[in-house]
Structure formats: structure tokens, C-alpha cells
T-cell receptor, first 112, second 114 residues
């Protein structure tokens, strides 16, 4: 079975902290994605990556950055956390072709 | 840019009723289309997909047909069950730059009652 693992299920951070969300997949997928999920807004794409060290902005990249140093790992970085970044964060991966994406269980981040 | 519009919920149905959840899209090129489902307390999982015009995706009694002329991918099921209660997301995947961008709609919550 494909597995996408996010490092934390729940996280509480203070305003202004630098926050790292980690995601690891075990199926050698080329594509990896970071979304945030908010009630009434669905899933909004923050960043995605199609290869090591390659990244593209999604629809809401402001306040976030990403890192992909190894194929299996895709990190989301909140440079200076703010309360409006309180959300559920979902990581996903897929093969290069137009195929299904597999999702992690999500990290619920609360910024206080 | 790419976008997906789906009907707002919640949709509340009685068991064995017919279900339609509308989904339309805007995209350049020839996207692949998907329906994902999120059951309460669980992660997103693929329900069905279609990769080219006129393809029909189906799974667990759900169906959706890729209609290029109307840019639609409506989800249907002939007889819903209480266990189908979940949030349903329509999504499209397009080729952009060197990779694939996956864009979701806002989700439609379905509640099925006895």
C-alpha cells in the first residue's frame, strides 16, 4: 500500500515561530503537494513539486515556503507563523502521469 | 487559471434516494478529472477518475462522465446509503511546467438519513 506520512497529527505553535511540517512518501512518486483545508474553502494548493529541488507555487503560497531535498520528502515551512495560518494541512503524492494522488492523514496546526 | 466549481452543501437525502453532485471546471489543455471522498475522521481517498473526454469513471455504485463540451463531471449514484455520508471533492489535474497541478473544488457534504 502507498503510504504518505505526515510527521504530526496536531501541532500548537506561537505567533512568529518558524514551523516545519514534514511529509514522507514511500512509493517513489515524482509529484508531491501541500494543501490547506478550511471549512467552506475546500482544499487550496499552497505549493507542489515535481522533482527533487523543483517547486511551483500553488494558489496561496504567501507566507509559506517548501523544500524538497530528497524525492521521498517534502517539507512545508511557515517562516513566521500567524494566527490566520491555523488550519488543517494535507500532504499528497502522485506519479508523474495524470494519476490519482494519495493523501496523508493531515496535520492540524493551531497558531496562538 | 485552473478552477473547479461544485455545488454547495450540505446535501441531505433519505436512504435509497438518487444523488447528483454537480461539478464544472475551467482548465487549459486536457485535464484528468477526479472525485475524492473524505469520510468523517478520515483522510481523502480517490473515489473515481476519468482521464479523457467521454470516459466514465465508476466505483462503489458512484459514476461520473467526463463531458468536455459542457466542462462537467457530475457525480451520481442511483441509491445512496447512510454509509455514503461524507464530503465529496471534485478535482482536476493538469500538466504545468514540469509537473502536474492538482486543483480541488470546495467540497460538498452529503448527509444520508434513514
Amino acid at each position: 500500500d502507498v503510504k504518505v506520512t505526515q510527521s504530526s497529527r496536531y501541532l500548537v505553535k506561537r505567533t512568529g515561530e518558524k514551523v516545519f511540517l514534514e511529509c514522507v512518501q514511500d512509493m517513489d512518486h515524482e509529484n508531491m503537494f501541500w494543501y490547506r483545508q478550511d471549512p467552506g474553502l475546500g482544499l487550496r494548493l499552497i505549493y507542489f513539486s515535481y522533482d527533487v529541488k523543483m517547486k511551483e507555487k500553488g494558489d496561496i503560497p504567501e507566507g509559506y515556503s517548501v523544500s524538497r531535498e530528497k524525492k521521498e520528502r517534502f517539507s512545508l515551512i511557515l517562516e513566521s507563523a500567524s494566527t490566520n495560518q491555523t488550519s488543517m494541512y494535507l500532504c499528497a503524492s502522485s506519479r508523474r502521469e495524470n494519476t490519482e494522488a494519495f493523501f496523508g492523514q493531515g496535520t492540524r496546526l493551531t497558531v496562538v | 487559471g485552473d478552477s473547479v466549481t461544485q455545488m454547495e452543501g450540505p446535501v441531505t437525502l433519505s436512504e435509497e434516494a438518487f444523488l447528483t453532485i454537480n461539478c464544472t471546471y475551467t482548465a487549459t489543455g486536457y485535464p484528468s478529472l477526479f472525485w475524492y471522498v473524505q469520510y468523517p475522521g478520515e483522510g481523502l481517498q480517490l473515489l473515481l477518475k476519468a482521464t479523457k473526454a467521454d470516459d466514465k469513471g465508476s466505483n462503489k455504485g458512484f459514476e461520473a462522465t467526463y463531458r468536455k463540451e459542457t466542462t462537467s463531471f457530475h457525480l451520481e449514484k442511483g441509491s445512496v446509503q447512510v454509509s455514503d455520508s461524507a464530503v465529496y471533492f471534485c478535482a482536476l489535474m493538469t500538466l504545468t511546467g514540469g509537473g502536474n497541478k492538482l486543483t480541488f473544488g470546495t467540497g460538498t457534504q452529503l448527509k444520508v438519513e434513514l
